[in-house]
């Protein structure tokens, strides 16, 4: 099918947006990134033989984890925020709508009705009786105006009516084929609301119309079905009726009428005929989504995951700070003291040095070690990981090697 903003843009260059799935390719690439700092966390594990650095990779991939599912939460955030910001558009745009029906056909009809009210009294015969006629077709359009504004604006104090169903429509078909159009109707409109029928009216009105236009005696086929909880409405012109540029702007106008209401209005042509499909929603169904005027906005999507990953960021934070804890315990070496020691001193020169070794060795260096030699690891304390920085290596009776981890050179 075409819709119909596409036959309107034919003559804009017809250039074609296309969206690029962000969700899936973000996603993807930080599967990708978890997966290689996976593989990297294993060659350090392999080269320093750390059991530290396993843990520390682990909550590392743990805290990419957590970034993924904040951006998988934040996709659906953003979708549920412009989800409510387009059904809040379409209760204004509804609401504007029946302020304007309300305001200016009102006015309008009351003062149509006055008038014909009045030219029944004063005439007599034939203009008296089309005074009267005039007058009822005024008074079922006003009613058929206040179940309108009823039903897009319920909060306002409208009281509901119940005009005639099926009437305009049958007068619109019967007035075409009076001026000469061939028109088959299959199926009739019946006790549906009035927005329904107006708009149905309006569709089979602008498909007429168009087909005396263009292709004048051709024939015109109408389908009114229900279909769930909607109307559906199938024009079928033969010819090319609305092939010009211009015809377009009407059906473009009736499309926003539709899409108001939650609907669709469709076309598609082919081997001389035109089909214009309609669905139009009842109410209390699809379209009929106001929200409340209690009904508070969604929170926008980056506030609202901020919210969700608090306590997650805490929690990372407060594990963060009990690694670094552990991995400091007992292992600190001062820089000054570190500074005292040299190769050659006597290992009781270094007997005040803790017992314990630090466990992250991120930094091994290049120097290979001889068998008999005996290599003690110790930090400065330096956060978050309190990785080792000092090497101090002894023979049994001599310090071999003090060395700054933080110089190099390393493997």
């Avoid at 955030?77 to 302020?99: I, P, V």
Wanted: glycine share 10%; net charge positive; with cysteine.
């Amino acid at each position: 099918m075409i819709a119909i903003e596409d036959l309107m843009k034919r003559g804009r260059k017809g250039r074609t947006v296309r969206r690029r799935p962000w969700g899936n390719t973000g996603i993807g690439w930080m599967l990708a990134v978890l997966g290689t700092v996976q593989v990297v966390l294993a060659g350090w594990v392999l080269t320093a033989g750390s059991v530290a650095l396993l843990v520390l990779g682990e909550l590392l991939i743990a805290a990419l984890s957590v970034l993924v599912l904040m951006y998988r939460r934040y996709l659906r955030y953003r979708r549920s925020f412009e989800s409510d910001l387009a059904r809040r558009a379409r209760a204004r745009e509804r609401g504007e709508l029946a302020g304007e029906l309300h305001d200016v056909l009102g006015h309008e009809l009351s003062l149509i009705a006055l008038r014909a009210g009045a030219l029944q009294v004063t005439s007599t015969g034939a203009a008296s009786e089309q005074a009267a006629a005039v007058r009822a077709q005024v008074e079922q359009a006003v009613l058929q105006l206040r179940q309108t504004v009823r039903l897009l604006r319920p909060d306002d104090d409208v009281p509901e009516v119940a005009p005639p169903s099926g009437w305009h429509l049958a007068g619109l078909i019967a007035r075409a084929r009076d001026a000469g159009a061939t028109i088959a109707v299959d199926g009739e409109l019946g006790d549906v609301p009035a927005p329904v029928r107006l708009t149905a009216y309006r569709v089979v009105q602008e498909c007429v119309t168009n087909a005396a236009k263009h292709s004048p005696g051709a024939p015109v086929g109408i389908r009114l079905t229900v279909e769930g909880d909607s109307q559906l409405v199938t024009v079928t012109t033969a010819g090319d009726a609305g092939e010009d540029t211009g015809g377009w702007s009407g059906l473009a106008r009736l499309e926003r009428r539709v899409r108001a209401l939650n609907g669709e209005l469709s076309v598609r042509g082919a081997d001389g005929t035109r089909v214009t499909f309609a669905r139009i929603p009842f109410p209390g169904s699809s379209y009929d989504n106001a929200p409340p005027a209690d009904d508070p906005p969604a929170r926008r999507p980056g506030a609202a995951t901020l919210r969700w990953v608090f306590l997650p960021a805490l929690g990372a934070i407060g594990a963060l700070l009990a690694f670094h804890t552990w991995a400091t315990y007992a292992t600190v070496v001062e820089r000054e003291r570190f500074a005292g020691l040299a190769a050659g001193q006597p290992v009781a020169s270094a007997k005040d040095l803790p017992r314990r070794q630090a466990p992250v060795r991120l930094l091994i260096p290049a120097d290979p070690i001889p068998a008999s030699w005996r290599c003690r690891y110790f930090t400065d304390g330096n956060f978050p990981l309190g990785i080792a920085t000092f090497q101090i290596c002894d023979d049994g009776e001599t310090l071999t090697r003090v060395h700054d981890l933080r110089r190099g050179p390393w493997r």
